[in-house]
């Protein structure tokens, strides 16, 4: 009799954990996954019941223990945010349709910045090299931030991002330009898209001359040099020994050249 009740009341036990929706815990995730987001960006949270189908459920969300969206049939929600007052702990509660079963999903905290991020454009060298290339990166501020891709420009197309046909793109942020002109690039993420401050501009240029014959025309200038100032000291020294008195500069160049 003894076993027979106690065999009784662990089904009860058991069958009242399962109603009650313990079980299985529910999830709460966001999409994208970022650490941080930005004032104007979107986020999206998803919960899941881990039982059944979506359908089955009615869908709560709270925010710093707080309702913030109150039962409803969706399972995800987008929000815009809009302040630093986003920034908080959110959770979802189910409700099982004709039942009392009820399940509550982990926390997520969300990180707001107020600070709209900006880009930053480097190169190495600003000089284009006959028949080469300078490479262009671009880069995010602050670092810790994530997912974004790059839209670069140049002077002439202020308003309209470079394809591959204005320049060749290396890996996520990297660019390679034979083209003169003023550059500058930014960083987008999101749908739709949430875009960064454009970057300082940086002018680069092609070179009027292959680099490498440059000591040559170096050389081929001090030379001229030396021998222009030679000729303008012997010119001084004829002078000195002609006995012409008057008109002495075309004395001088009758001297030097007879």
């Known amino acids: 009799m003894g076993a027979t009740l ?8 058991l069958c009242t954990l399962l109603c009650t929706g313990h079980g299985q815990d529910a999830v709460l995730t966001i999409e994208p996954n970022w650490s941080s987001f930005f004032i104007g960006e979107f ?3 998803k919960c899941d019941m881990k039982e059944g189908e979506d359908t089955d459920w009615y869908y709560k969300i709270t925010k710093d223990s707080r309702e913030f969206l109150s039962y409803r049939l969706n399972n995800d929600h987008t929000l815009q945010i809009t302040s630093t007052g986003d920034n908080d702990e959110y959770q979802c509660f189910g409700h099982m ?3 009392y079963d009820t399940k509550i999903s982990n926390t997520v ?3 707001v910045s107020a600070e709209k991020p900006s880009a930053t454009l480097t190169a190495v060298t600003t000089i ?11 880069s995010v501020n602050p670092s810790s931030s994530s997912g974004w891709k790059y839209y670069w420009y140049r002077d002439e197309k202020s308003s309209e991002a470079l394809t591959t046909q204005d320049a060749v793109f290396h890996s996520n942020g990297q660019i ?3 083209q003169e002109g003023l550059y500058r690039c930014r960083g987008g993420r999101g749908n739709p898209v949430y875009y960064t401050e454009d970057s300082q501009e940086v002018h680069i240029n092609t070179t009027g001359a ?3 014959s440059s000591p040559v025309w170096l050389m081929v200038g001090l030379v001229c040099g030396v021998s222009l100032i030679i000729i303008l000291l012997l010119l001084l020294y004829r002078c000195r020994q002609s006995k012409c008195k008057s008109l002495f500069f075309s004395c001088c160049i009758r001297e030097f050249i007879y």
């Open 128 to 138: 284009i090299p006959v028949e080469g290339n300078v490479t262009l990166t671009c």
């Open 43 to 45: 986020v999206t949270f």
């Open 210 to 212: 292959d680099s490498s």
């Open 176 to 178: 390679s330009v034979s």
């Open 97 to 99: 349709k004709g039942s």
């Open 109 to 111: 905290s969300i990180t």
């Open 6 to 13: 106690l065999c009784e009341l662990g089904l009860f036990l």
